[in-house]
């Protein structure tokens, strides 16, 4: 199991600067807000520096209960906890537009 507290450990133990040039390496990614929503869920599951990417994947399913898709939020849901929306500034004037789920039927209905 994770949360935001093994997150924050994990960003402690691995913190990437330049996250394109990391996964790319990994042929995972090509784009920054990819390889941030990359990054995030390898820092909740543990898996940075996993190279064996069947090994990842079968972590991930093990943390994640929901991984997303593009055209539903959130981005993940960590089992039997909180959900986790990636959101990528562009500036540290920004603003992040949230949506917000205004039912729990929807929300479980993206859970399941």
Do not use: H
């Amino acid at each position: 199991m994770s949360n935001i507290l093994k997150a924050f450990v994990n960003i402690t133990k691995n913190p990437i600067v330049n996250l394109v040039y990391f996964y790319q390496g990994r042929n995972r990614i090509n784009n920054s807000g990819k390889a941030l929503e990359n990054y995030i869920q390898d820092i909740f599951a543990g898996t940075v520096d996993e190279d064996n990417e069947t090994k990842r994947l079968k972590r991930f399913e093990e943390v994640f209960s929901y991984q997303g898709n593009q055209n539903n939020p959130p981005d993940l849901i960590l089992k039997n906890s909180d959900a986790i929306e990636v959101k990528k500034l562009q500036s540290k004037n920004s603003v992040i537009a949230l949506t917000a789920l205004t039912q729990k039927q929807s929300f479980l209905q993206i859970a399941q």
